[in-house]
């Protein structure tokens, strides 16, 4: 993208590619996921939609389409898919590992700016996927709105 100015900054989603980019991210990933000795038995029974809709997730959060609150997800549900799974450090590292090592096989955007923002989010999702995986229930609204992630402090990509 050129000559981006604080009218034009696109967002995350935009910048990484648009919805194509995600889907063929997760879809890679989880192929990863499933040939990994640590992920495996965590994700062995995963649906076949499951890549999909964390995806449309991970879109959605980063500034894209509505897409997963469009399926009936929900920032509520999605915690509910992770109460009493019991991860460990161990599995969000290892989860985190294999999708940045996707996102660059896949070459997604790797400038500092987009990248630290995306690691960004990464560790707060996976840590609070941690924290949540070892409760067997969540008290508390269940219409907690979508997180909504940004550039945060470099305020956009990388200009040159
Ligand atoms: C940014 C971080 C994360 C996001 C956005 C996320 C998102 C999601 C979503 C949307 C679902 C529901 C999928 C569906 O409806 O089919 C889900 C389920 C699940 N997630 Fe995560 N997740 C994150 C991190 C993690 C991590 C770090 C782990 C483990 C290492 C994990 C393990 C699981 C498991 C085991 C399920 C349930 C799978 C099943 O249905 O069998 N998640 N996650």
């Known amino acids: 993208m050129e000559n981006t100015n604080t009218q034009t900054i696109p967002t995350l989603y935009e910048w990484a590619g648009g919805m194509p980019a995600f889907e063929k991210l997760f879809n890679n990933f989880y192929d990863k996921v499933l040939a990994d000795p640590l992920l495996e038995p965590v994700f062995k029974h995963m649906s076949p939609e499951h890549r999909q809709h964390v995806a449309h997730f991970v879109a959605e959060v980063l500034g894209g389409p509505k897409m997963y609150s469009e399926e009936g997800g929900s920032h509520f549900g999605m915690i509910q898919k992770h109460l009493s799974k019991h991860l460990t450090e161990q599995h ?3 989860w985190v590992e294999l999708l940045l090592q ?3 096989e896949l070459e997604l955007p ?3 700016e987009f990248r630290s923002a ?3 989010y990464l560790e707060w999702g996976t840590r609070i996927a941690v924290i949540n995986s070892n409760e067997e229930q969540i008290d508390g609204p269940q219409d907690i709105p979508m997180p909504q992630w940004g550039w945060g402090v470099p305020g956009g ?4």
């Not at 990509?157 to 040159?160: E, M, R, S, T, V």
Request: no cysteine; glycine share 6%; charged share 40%.
């Open 92 to 94: 969000r590292k290892r």
């Open 118 to 120: 995306f690691v960004a």
């Open 157 to 160: 990509p990388y200009q040159g």
């Open 102 to 104: 996707t996102a660059d």
């Open 110 to 112: 790797d400038d500092p």
